[in-house]
C-alpha cells in the first residue's frame, strides 16, 4: 500500500515535532463550558512552548460532542482569529485525527506552527454509555460499546481458557500507575477481588474494568523543524501518523483480531523505520479491559495467544519490556473521547522529553500512541489512529 493511501502522506518537506503540550486534570467538570475546559491547556502548552497566541498560524480541534465551530468558540477566548481552524469528529479517535491533519500540514511545509486541541465533556449526558448513531442497526439492536467489548471479553476468556482474574489484571495495573498521575480521574490502587467484585455492567466486565466518563481537554503545539530549531527547547519527533477507516465485513470476524488496529501499527511501522521491540512506551486505546489485552498483540507486542502472559509476568509496566499507559490508559485517567489522542500525545510529550515525574519510564526515547473509534454496523472500527514518536536529544 502506498504512503498516501495508508494515511502517512508522501515524502515530508519538513519534520513534525512537539515542542509544549497541556491537559488538565481528567475530571467532572458539569459548570464549565467547551472553552472553559480547553482554554487553560491551551495556555499552558503555549507557555510550555514559549511561544504567544500571535504565533499560531492554524488550529486544528478534536471533538465529539461539543457541537458546532467548537474550536472557534474555543480560541476566540484567547485572541486567535482570521487562521484557519478546523473542527474534526472521529469518535473516540477525534483528538489524534486532530494530530494527524496538524502533521500533514506541517510536513508538507504549509504552516510552521499548529495548535492542537482535544477536548469534550461527557457530563452533559448525565452518565450512562455515550450516544451512539441511532439509524445504525447494531446500534438499534443494542450493541452499546459495553455490550460489544463484554463479547470479545467471553471469546478471549473462551478462546485463551483464561479467567475474569486475567482482565481484572489490567485495571490493577492501569490504576497503580494512574497513582503516579496527577490528571488522572481515578488515583486509587486497586485489587482484583475488589475489581472483580465491583458493580456488574455487561457479563464478565465491571464496572471497574470499563473507563470513566468525565470531561477533559489536551493541547499541544506541532512546529516545523526550523520553528523547533529556533526555540531550542526539548522537543520530539513525530516518527510516523497512520489515520485509517474500517472496511465493511459481512459475516463472521475475528472479534479477536482487529484488523484495522493490525494495519495501522504495520503501516506505522514501516513508515518510522522502527518496530515494536524499540518501544520504550506506549498508550494505547483501553477503554475497556479486555481491549488492552488484544492491542498488546495487535500493536505487536507480543505474539498473538500470548497477551495473558505478557501482563502476568510484567511485561506491560515499569521494569518490564515496555510500560503500556503510564498515564494510567483510559481506565485510570478517562476517557473524554475527543481530548484523549491529544492527551496521548502529552503523555508522549512529557515521558521523552523526561518530564513526567513519578510515572516517568527512565531512558525512555521511542513510544506509540494508538486510538479508536468505533460504533458502525460491519466494521472492525470506524477509525484508527497510530503515531509513533521520537525523542529529539538536545
Not at 491551551?42 to 461539543?66: K, T
Not at 473516540?92 to 469534550?120: F, N, P, Q
Not at 485463551?160 to 488515583?187: E, I, M, T, W
Not at 510484567?314 to 485517567?333: D, E, F, H
Request: with cysteine; charged share 15%.
Amino acid at each position: 500500500m502506498s504512503a498516501a493511501a495508508n494515511g502517512t502522506g508522501g515524502s515530508p518537506v519538513t519534520q513534525a515535532c512537539i515542542v509544549g503540550a497541556a491537559m488538565i486534570p481528567m475530571g467532572k467538570y458539569r459548570d464549565s463550558s467547551y472553552a472553559g475546559l480547553a482554554v487553560p491547556a491551551i495556555l499552558n502548552a503555549l507557555r510550555s512552548a514559549g511561544l504567544a497566541p500571535a504565533d499560531v498560524q492554524a488550529v486544528v480541534c478534536g471533538h465529539a460532542f461539543g457541537g458546532m465551530l467548537a474550536g472557534q468558540r474555543i480560541v476566540k477566548e484567547i485572541g486567535i482569529g482570521t487562521v484557519p481552524v478546523v473542527n474534526v469528529d472521529n469518535a473516540c479517535s477525534g483528538g489524534a485525527s486532530a494530530l494527524h491533519l496538524a502533521w500533514k500540514d506541517v510536513t508538507a511545509g504549509r504552516y510552521d506552527v499548529v495548535l492542537v486541541v482535544g477536548v469534550d465533556k461527557l457530563t452533559q449526558f448525565g452518565g450512562g454509555t455515550l450516544p451512539l448513531v441511532a439509524e445504525d442497526p447494531e446500534v438499534r439492536a443494542g450493541m452499546v460499546m459495553p455490550a460489544l467489548y463484554a463479547m470479545r471479553a467471553q471469546r478471549y476468556m473462551h478462546e485463551r481458557g483464561v479467567g475474569a482474574d486475567v482482565l481484572a489484571g489490567v485495571s490493577v495495573k492501569a490504576r497503580r500507575h494512574g497513582a503516579r498521575n496527577p490528571y488522572a480521574q481515578f488515583r486509587s490502587e486497586v485489587s482484583v477481588q475488589e475489581v472483580l467484585q465491583s458493580r456488574p455492567i455487561t457479563d464478565p466486565l465491571t464496572l471497574l474494568q470499563c473507563c470513566p466518563t468525565g470531561d477533559g481537554a489536551a493541547a499541544v503545539l506541532m512546529v516545523s523543524e526550523r520553528v523547533r530549531k529556533r526555540l531550542g527547547l526539548p522537543a520530539i519527533r513525530i516518527a510516523a501518523s497512520v489515520l485509517h477507516s474500517g472496511q465493511v465485513t459481512a459475516g463472521f470476524r475475528d472479534m479477536l483480531r482487529p484488523e484495522i488496529s493490525y494495519h495501522s501499527a504495520s503501516d506505522a511501522y514501516e513508515a518510522a523505520g522502527f518496530g515494536p521491540q524499540d518501544l520504550d512506551v506506549v498508550e494505547l486505546h483501553d477503554a475497556f479491559t479486555i481491549a488492552e489485552l488484544i492491542y498488546y498483540e495487535a500493536l505487536g507486542l507480543c505474539e498473538a495467544g500470548a497477551s495473558a502472559d505478557f501482563l502476568a509476568a510484567g511485561r506491560s509496566t515499569y521494569g518490564g519490556q515496555v510500560v503500556v499507559n503510564p498515564s494510567g490508559g483510559l481506565l485510570a485517567k478517562g476517557h473524554p473521547v475527543g481530548a484523549s489522542g491529544v492527551a496521548q500525545a502529552v503523555e508522549m510529550f512529557w515521558q521523552l522529553t523526561g518530564a513526567a515525574g513519578a510515572r516517568q519510564v527512565e531512558g525512555a526515547r521511542l513510544g506509540l500512541s494508538h486510538v479508536t473509534g468505533g460504533g458502525i454496523a460491519g466494521l472492525d472500527h470506524g477509525a484508527c489512529t497510530v503515531h509513533l514518536y521520537e525523542a529529539i536529544r538536545p
